[in-house]
């Protein structure tokens, strides 16, 4: 007798959403993920980023950032460079991790980010704060691949509905914010071990989706 296998429903892995669309977003899977099933984890591929440097309105400091260069580490979200003198910041990556401080005046080569912060004419206080955002620039997601190094090792999103982007690249829905999902419901990469999938559970939860 043959063995009917069921897979896995549209959206079966939500446990809460929030209103209307809130939770989700229309995205491009990348040609050649293959066949994909509602609740594949995806990362975001830095293709054409997008990024913007924005200083904070009550900045004292009228100093600037310039050459902004993404390492092969960038996340995708909001990098936050916060002064603790006229002449350091510290660099904070968009999951709240701390990376090396930078010195104001010299060229930061991080792994994440490539830069130089630049005194202006008014010097910088401590709390004075830069956000750099970097966001995919086409949006093509893959499934989640925690030994890549082109932004699919951080976890952006969940699949809502299965797509077939095995030859070319087709739209989607992702859940990126404002849920909560079903661990047991979700699709990981073979071979993913317990660290990285905790980095990337941490990682959606950045993102506002909870997995319980």
Known sequence: MAVLSEGKHTGEFL?????????????????????????????????????????????????????????????????????????EFSVVSPFGDMRKPLTVG?????????????????????????????????????????????GTQFAYGILYAEVDATLTAVRAVGIVRHAEVNASALTWPAGINAPQQSAAIAQLTAHGVIVR
């Open 15 to 87: 446990v809460t959403e929030g209103p209307g669309y809130m939770s989700r977003d229309a995205v491009t899977i990348a040609a050649g993920a293959g066949v994909l099933p509602a609740g594949t984890v995806l990362g975001a591929r830095r293709l054409n980023d997008q990024v913007t440097v924005t200083p904070a309105p009550a900045n004292t400091g009228d100093g600037t950032v310039s050459e902004v260069v993404l390492g092969v580490q960038a996340e995708i979200g909001i990098y936050a460079l916060v002064a603790m003198s006229a002449t």
């Open 106 to 150: 010299e060229a930061y080569q991080g792994d994440h980010l490539q830069l130089t912060v630049t005194a202006g004419a008014v010097p910088f206080v401590a709390g004075d704060t830069f956000e750099v955002t970097v966001l995919p620039g086409d949006k093509h997601l893959s499934p989640l691949d925690p030994a890549a190094d082109d």
